[in-house]
T-cell receptor
Framework: DVKVTQSSRYLVKRTGEKVFLECVQD?????MFWYRQDPGLGLRLIYF???????EKGDIPEGYSVSREKKERFSLILESASTNQTSMYLC?????????????FGPGTRLTVL | AQSVTQLDSHVSVSEGTPVLLRCNYS??????LFWYVQHPNKGLQLLLK??????LVKGINGFEAEFKKSETSFHLTKPSAHMSDAAEYFC?????????????FGKGITLSVRP
């Protein structure tokens, strides 16, 4: 079974802090994704990566950055956290290719910014 | 650009009665379509997936969905609801981007099941 793990289930930070959210997958997947989930808005794509050291902006990248130094690990960085970044953050991974596009999700990190 | 519309934000059924969760999509390509389920405090789990094979797709836990190109719909159904089906359900469309693909999620439907 594919396993996607996220470093924290719950996180509380203060406005202006630098925040790191870590995601690790154990299936040697090339593709990794970060989403945020907000009530009534579904999941929105923040950033994704198709390879090590490669990143692409998603639909809502403002205020975020990412790092992919190793294939199995994809980090989401909030350079200066703000209250409007309070949300559930979900990481996902998938094999490459347009026809094997099932994404496997981690349990999520609920971030609260005070 | 692709999009997904889930018109109902909340559906409530009685245990043992049928479930219908509606989804309409828009895509410039022959789409891949998915339904994911999210139980409270859990990650998203794939229910089923359509990728241009049979138009009626069977998934886990007794769910199925039918792809209707003429109606641009991919509604999720189950003949008899169980209490454990209470969760949030997302319809998702996949669009190719080069050699890979990008998912677009609907806003989700919260399914409540009454005893």
């Amino acid at each position: 079974d594919v396993k996607v793990t996220q470093s924290s289930r719950y996180l509380v930070k203060r406005t202006g802090e630098k925040v790191f959210l870590e995601c690790v997958q154990d299936m040697d997947h090339e593709n990794m994704f970060w989403y945020r989930q907000d009530p009534g808005l579904g999941l929105r794509l923040i950033y994704f990566s198709y390879d090590v050291k490669m990143k692409e902006k998603g639909d809502i990248p403002e205020g975020y950055s990412v790092s992919r130094e190793k294939k199995e690990r994809f980090s989401l960085i909030l350079e200066s956290a703000s209250t409007n970044q309070t949300s559930m953050y979900l990481c996902a991974s998938s094999p490459p290719g347009r026809y094997t596009d099932t994404q496997y999700f981690g349990p999520g990190t609920r971030l609260t910014v005070l | 650009a692709q999009s997904v519309t889930q018109l109902d934000s909340h559906v409530s059924v009685s245990e043992g009665t049928p479930v219908l969760l509606r989804c309409n999509y828009s895509s410039s390509y022959s789409p891949s379509l998915f339904w994911y389920v999210q139980h409270p405090n859990k990650g998203l789990q794939l229910l089923l997936k359509y990728t241009s094979a049979a138009t009626l797709v069977k998934g886990i836990n007794g769910f199925e969905a039918e792809f209707k190109k003429s109606e641009t719909s991919f509604h999720l159904t189950k003949p008899s609801a169980h209490m454990s089906d209470a969760a949030e359900y997302f319809c998702v469309v996949s669009e190719p981007t080069g050699a890979n693909s990008k998912l677009t999620f609907g806003k989700g439907i919260t399914l409540s099941v009454r005893p």
